[in-house]
């Protein structure tokens, strides 16, 4: 089936440094979602992104979906340990969810 | 009020058996869902209900069974459990334009020994 790829699989950083995960996909997708999943936790939806070149700013979170929409990345800026968590991308067709492999993310204090 | 709720959140069973999750959503969404997250993060859609109806069943064994008695409740059960069927199992429920964002249960973490 269609799949999108994400990288890093892991991303260790110190308090305060910046993070980005990067999602790729072979095929043009007609929108990406962004999920966060705390350890122990459940996936909650972060943000959709639909159009072309699409950024949108939630608080310390850019989420960007590239020009030709085959790929997509979300930066956190000064991370925080209520950060700590794995973050997935997701192809989004209709009612089916596929989700990316997901970065999990570690903030050292 | 909780909007997923998955019981239990622990089953531990040994191999063979016949086990069931429930779920239930009180957001009113026509469509539910069942998810694999395996010890390595990868979720995988397992099956989507939509108003009591089987509209996704991805390849999964038949050992594998959904019942939706209503909108409201989908729940899986499991028949001659395997050692492979150890997984967190997430519910969720959604589907709803126009981003179809879906809400996961709490999940239940399955251990078969």
């Known amino acids: 089936g269609q799949q999108v790829m994400q990288i890093p699989q892991y991303q260790h950083v110190q308090e305060g440094e910046d993070f980005t995960t990067y999602c790729n996909s072979s095929?043009?997708?007609?929108?990406i979602q962004w999920y966060k999943q705390r350890p122990g936790g459940h996936p909650v939806f972060l943000i959709q992104l639909v159009k072309s070149g699409e950024v949108k700013k939630q608080k310390r979170l850019t989420f960007q979906f590239g020009e030709a929409k085959k790929n997509s990345s979300l930066h956190i800026t000064a991370t925080q340990t209520t950060d700590v968590g794995t973050y997935f991308c997701v192809r989004n067709a209709g009612n089916m969810l596929t989700f990316g492999g997901g970065t999990r993310l570690m903030v050292k204090p | 009020d909780t909007a997923v709720s998955q019981t239990p959140k622990y089953l531990v069973t040994q191999m063979g058996n016949d086990k069931s999750i429930k779920c239930e959503q009180n957001?009113?969404?026509?469509?539910m869902y069942w998810y694999k997250q395996d010890s390595k993060k990868f979720l995988k859609i397992m099956f989507s209900?939509?108003?009591?109806?089987?509209?996704i069943n991805e390849t999964v064994p038949n050992r594998f069974s959904p019942k939706s008695p209503d909108k409201a409740h989908l729940n899986l059960h499991i028949n001659s459990l395997e050692l492979g069927d150890s997984a967190v199992y997430f519910c969720?429920?959604?589907?709803?334009?126009?981003?179809?964002?879906?809400?996961f249960g709490p999940g239940t973490r399955l251990t078969v020994t």
């Open positions: 209900y939509n108003n009591k109806e089987l509209i």
């Open positions: 957001l009113g969404h026509d469509t």
């Open positions: 095929t043009t997708l007609s929108n």
């Open positions: 969720a429920s959604g589907g709803a334009l126009p981003t179809y964002e879906q809400y």
